[in-house]
């Protein structure tokens, strides 16, 4: 059996054929131009599935279904993005829409979770039936998986941990509350938390790596600079974990699941991330004497999101 999986981004929208054990055979990319209405992107989606299914040499009858992961707030049963602040969309009819192109079944969810569901079945989480993926990049996203099946709860945002609030009277988020956890735990944070330390210290290696404007700052030099030793970006680096392990408390303490996999562009850090970590939520874990949640770094990188989606015409992940 091969499905299409396409990863919706907010710069391009990449596209593959998979087959049934996860493996992507062709791939292709298309910019999204988000800015253009959302009839056109949906064109050029089609367009985009309809050429990879073609690049590879297959037919339409050869593909047993699309599944696509989009930003925002999914609604699966009825082919809806009910929204998506991304792109300006709002109760944006897709399914449909790209049914006026291709005539397979379509499936859709949140861009995090099928890159969580990937990530527990093909990645990381291997075998493991709860597992929760967090995707710490410019926003921080959840994929949260439920005895082997996707769990975005009763109204179609029941994944979005980035909102867990870790900060009463914290940083406004985008959302319209403050202190959500993804001011303080995504890639973006990080990076904001090293330009506000270098405009106070400028010696900071921080700043060196960064050849000297701030701008260039990334998560990277900030590791960097902390495993050169240098002391305020440790303690940029230090407060970063500090805040990725108390949501990562109050998703055990909710879910206690079998594994945590973290992915995105701050797990590049790889051990110099997963060691602190690690340490720090077995400080603060409530039932000390009992094993907790594995925390594993995710293994599919941005695969995750062409392979997640395509999982979801499988029909079989949907609870
Ligand atoms: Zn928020």
Redesign the pocket.
């Known amino acids: 059996m091969l499905y299409v999986g396409v990863d919706l981004g907010g710069t391009k929208m990449a596209a593959g054929v998979v087959n049934d054990e996860g493996r992507i055979l062709v791939r292709d990319t298309m910019p999204t131009g988000r800015e253009r209405p959302f009839e056109v992107i949906a064109a050029d989606m089609a367009k985009l599935i309809l050429s990879v299914i073609q690049k590879g040499g297959y037919a339409i009858d050869d593909i047993s279904g699309i599944g696509i992961g989009s930003p925002g707030a999914i609604d699966n049963t009825n082919g809806i993005v009910i929204f998506a602040n991304n792109f300006g969309w709002h109760n944006v009819p897709l399914r449909s829409e790209l049914q006026k192109y291709i005539d397979l079944p379509i499936y859709m969810e949140n861009d995090a979770t099928v890159a969580g569901l990937a990530e527990s079945v093909y990645g990381a989480g291997k075998g493991v039936k709860n597992a929760i993926t967090l995707t710490l990049g410019t926003g921080l996203g959840g994929g949260i998986i439920i005895n082997g099946h996707i769990y975005s709860g009763s109204h179609h945002v029941g994944s979005?941990l980035?909102?867990l609030?870790v900060e009463i009277n914290g940083r406004q988020?985008?959302?319209?509350?403050?202190?959500?956890?993804?001011?303080y735990a995504s890639a973006t944070a990080l990076i904001t938390a090293g330009k506000e330390a270098v405009l106070k210290y400028p010696d900071s290696l921080i700043l060196k790596f960064a050849g000297g404007d701030p701008e260039k700052i990334t998560a990277k030099t900030i590791e960097d600079a902390a495993r050169a030793g240098d002391n305020v970006a440790a303690e940029v680096f230090d407060e970063y974990v500090y805040y990725l392990t108390m949501g990562i408390i109050s998703i055990i303490n909710a879910f206690d699941p079998e594994m945590i996999i973290i992915g995105g562009g701050v797990s590049g850090a790889g051990d110099f991330l997963l060691k602190p970590l690690t340490e720090k939520v077995k400080e603060h874990i409530f039932y000390k004497e009992l094993d907790f949640a594995d925390i594993r770094l995710a293994e599919l990188g941005n695969d995750a999101g062409i392979i997640g989606a395509a999982m979801l015409a499988t029909d079989k992940y949907f609870i």
């Open positions: 979005e980035g909102h609030i988020c985008t959302c319209g509350n403050r202190g959500c956890w993804e001011q």
